[in-house]
């Protein structure tokens, strides 16, 4: 009887072990999407910069550090993008396994204040983001290797997603006129995004929103649009509206919609990274397709 007893608590315990979900800290709402679709019921993710909020100038909480204690995995995009987490991993110790989802991406290298810097909105590449994919699946099966078959099943369904997505894109943008490829957002967010599809992306700010731009900066930049007859003006979910309004007005290019650049919606069709990629590419394909 006793041996039935242990028995049964033994089953019970392994049961119980089999159904707790991996641990995982993702930096930022886009990083967590892309954890879920990979990880589905199997992971428990705990995301630092949510939806609408911007990554750059994030500033971490005493329960974000409680968090990176108690996680087996923490995932952040790298290429400098979130330098608070890399603080904070330091100054906690944990034990956690600290991957790079942008992992084999070539970076697009530009000049800021006179140094070399790497740019690190690489998801708006979809050709990056299935190193992303690739990346966080690998993760999560070198932590979890019990589930590998469903993290691999989950992977294969989530990249035809991005499949899907990159041909639309393709014929999106090679179907816009020659003359409308060049447009304004609030930082310098959709680099890969151009590099890719042949858009010049202009910006008053940089990398990163941590510095605002001078006014000489501003009205260099209006004089810019005005020369190059920049088309449409596009408002960032992460940014005050405000600035990007007044260089429209004088310039006399028009407001083309909002884009989502660091960050997810927190409701709606860009609440997914799939999602926000595609309101990205049919907003601005309805704004730039016009005579």
């Known amino acids: 009887m006793r041996a039935l007893v242990m028995l049964f608590s033994l089953l019970l315990s392994m049961s119980l072990s089999a159904a707790e979900k991996l641990p995982v800290v993702t930096s930022f709402s886009i990083l967590a999407d892309m954890v879920h679709q990979v990880g589905g019921e199997h992971v428990q993710i705990t995301n630092l910069v949510g939806p609408d909020a911007d990554a750059h100038t994030y500033e971490p909480s005493p329960d974000d550090a409680k968090a990176l204690l108690e996680a087996r995995l923490i995932i952040k995009n790298g290429l400098g993008f979130e330098p608070w987490l890399d603080r904070l991993v330091t100054s906690t110790e944990t034990k956690a396994t600290v991957i790079s989802a942008s992992h084999g991406v070539i970076p697009r290298a530009l000049d800021e204040d006179g140094a070399t810097v790497a740019d690190p909105h690489a998801w708006h590449n979809l050709a990056n983001s299935e190193l992303y994919i690739a990346n966080i699946t690998r993760a999560l099966i070198a932590a979890d290797p019990a589930n590998q078959a469903d993290y691999e099943r989950n992977s294969k369904a989530y990249l ?132």
């Open 160 to 291: 035809k997603q991005i499949y899907a997505l990159l041909a639309k894109a393709k014929a999106r943008f090679a179907a816009l006129p020659a003359g409308n490829r060049r447009i304004v957002t609030s930082h310098d967010a959709f680099g890969y995004l151009g590099q890719a599809y042949g858009i010049d992306f202009m910006a008053p700010q940089g990398l990163s929103t941590e510095r605002e731009p001078s006014a000489s900066e501003v009205a260099a930049l209006i004089r810019q649009i005005r020369q190059a007859h920049v088309k449409a003006v596009f408002m960032e979910n992460i940014k005050d509206a405000r600035l990007l309004k007044q260089i429209a007005d004088e310039s006399g290019a028009r407001i083309g919609g909002t884009l989502y650049s660091d960050a997810l919606a927190a409701s709606g069709p860009a609440s997914t990274f799939a999602g926000l990629f595609e309101y990205n590419l049919d907003t601005l394909y309805n704004a730039l397709s016009q005579p």
